[in-house]
């Protein structure tokens, strides 16, 4: 069956050091994976989206990679800040599920100051 | 608007009631998207409309649950004789061509 899977439930690191979530995938032949952000309290908010003859994405402190050898897309922010601290989400579309969104668990991000 | 509207903000029903979920998406967006988020859980599709296309319903946990929209705007998510786990945040989101969703602030629904 399709499974996405986000590896950490938790990640913790410092201010200033860049953080490193994992996605990874089976059973998929994605078209796209987009990354979102949730607050506590709110809807999903969306970061950035890759295609899958996509290597590398970037927006300002994120950079996403996608290997779909792999089956893994890496979510990075570097020079991370306490206002980073959220949940993560990555997401699938692709084969079956083509149109709508499969969302992973997440991973909560807490930058200490 | 400039974003997703959801309403109510929270209901709270009392189980065997029917409650009436409404999104009002970003005016233009073709797609619609309905999702619900358990306490501590991932976000589960519920239902999609893309145009003037039939639904995907594949989502949908229940017979009890369905979903309407009008004139390819705004939506109703309804669920019939509500149970008490169907007590979950329940998320709308818009979409344009394939470039992110964009996320109203869901419904709170807890029934009791």
């Known amino acids: 069956s399709q499974k996405i899977e986000q590896n950490s439930e938790a990640l913790n690191i410092q201010e200033g050091k860049t953080a490193t979530l994992t996605c990874n995938y089976t059973n998929y032949s994605p078209a796209y994976l987009q990354w979102y952000r949730q607050d506590p309290g709110r809807g999903p908010v969306f970061l950035l989206l890759i295609r899958e003859n996509e290597k590398e994405k970037r927006k300002e402190r994120l950079k996403v990679t996608f290997d779909t050898t792999l089956k893994q897309s890496l979510f990075h922010i570097t020079a991370s800040q306490p206002a980073d601290s959220a949940t993560y989400l990555c997401a699938l579309t692709g084969g079956t599920s083509y149109g709508k969104l499969t969302f992973g668990q997440g991973t909560i991000l807490t930058v200490h100051p | 608007g400039a974003g997703v509207s959801q309403s109510p903000s929270n209901k709270v029903t009392e189980k065997g009631k029917d409650v009436e979920l409404r999104c009002d998406p970003i005016?233009?967006?073709?797609?619609l998207y309905w999702y619900r988020q358990s306490l501590g859980q991932g976000l589960e599709f519920l239902i999609y409309f893309q145009g003037n296309s039939a639904p995907d319903k594949s989502g949908l946990p229940s017979d009890r649950f369905s979903a309407e929209r009008t004139g390819g705007s705004v939506s109703t998510l309804t669920i019939q004789r509500t149970q008490q786990e169907d007590s979950a945040v329940y998320l709308c989101a818009s979409e344009e061509a394939n470039y992110g969703y964009t996320f109203g602030s869901g419904t709170r629904l807890t029934v009791v």
């Open positions: 005016s233009g967006h073709t797609a």
